[in-house]
T-cell receptor
């Protein structure tokens, strides 16, 4: 079974803090994705990565950056957290050439 | 543009059938997906349908695809309280590799 793990289930941070969300997948997938989920808006793509050290902006990249130094790990960084970044963050991965994405359990972030 | 629409809420009684509907805009989507999200959890792939099919059945789940109307539905037979969750419809337009999600339909199953 594909396993996608996220470092934290719940996080509470203060406005202005730098926040790191980590995602690890164990299936040697080339592609990895970060989404945020908000009620009534569904999931929106923040960033994705096709390969190590490669990244592409999604639909809502503002206020976020990412890092992919190793194939299995994709990090989402909030350089200076703001209250409007309070949300559920979901990581996903997929194998190149296959469209099905597999999701982690999510990190619920609260920014005070 | 790319857009996926779902109704936000559906309530059924245990044992009834549930039908969750979805409309999408990109006719080039190769696969269309249904994901399930239980409370506090991530998304679980429930089923998917290839765009050259019009129906797929998997145990209690039936997916119907009407490409002409760009309409996708998920039918759950004999709905159980454990089916209470948010159900997301998603498409992958063209060769983008990006999933476009609907807003999610919250299914409430009453005993």
């Amino acid at each position: 079974d594909v396993k996608v793990t996220q470092s934290s289930r719940y996080l509470v941070k203060r406005t202005g803090e730098k926040v790191f969300l980590e995602c690890v997948q164990d299936m040697d997938h080339e592609n990895m994705f970060w989404y945020r989920q908000d009620p009534g808006l569904g999931l929106r793509l923040i960033y994705f990565s096709y390969d190590v050290k490669m990244k592409e902006k999604g639909d809502i990249p503002e206020g976020y950056s990412v890092s992919r130094e190793k194939k299995e790990r994709f990090s989402l960084i909030l350089e200076s957290a703001s209250t409007n970044q309070t949300s559920m963050y979901l990581c996903a991965s997929r194998s190149q050439g296959f469209e099905t994405q597999y999701f982690g359990p999510g990190t619920r972030l609260l920014v005070l | 543009g790319e857009d996926v629409e779902q109704s936000l809420f559906l309530s059924v009684r245990e044992g009834d059938s549930s039908v969750i509907n979805c409309t999408y805009t990109d006719s080039s989507s190769t696969y269309l997906y249904w994901y399930k999200q239980e409370p506090g959890a991530g998304l679980q792939l429930l089923t998917y349908i290839f765009s050259n099919m019009d129906m797929k059945q998997d145990q209690r789940l039936t997916v119907l695809l009407n490409k002409k109307d760009k309409h996708l539905s998920l039918r759950i037979a004999d709905t159980q309280t454990g089916d209470s969750a948010i159900y997301f419809c998603a498409e992958v337009p063209g060769n983008t590799g990006k999933l476009i999600f609907g807003q999610g339909t919250t299914l409430q199953v009453k005993p």
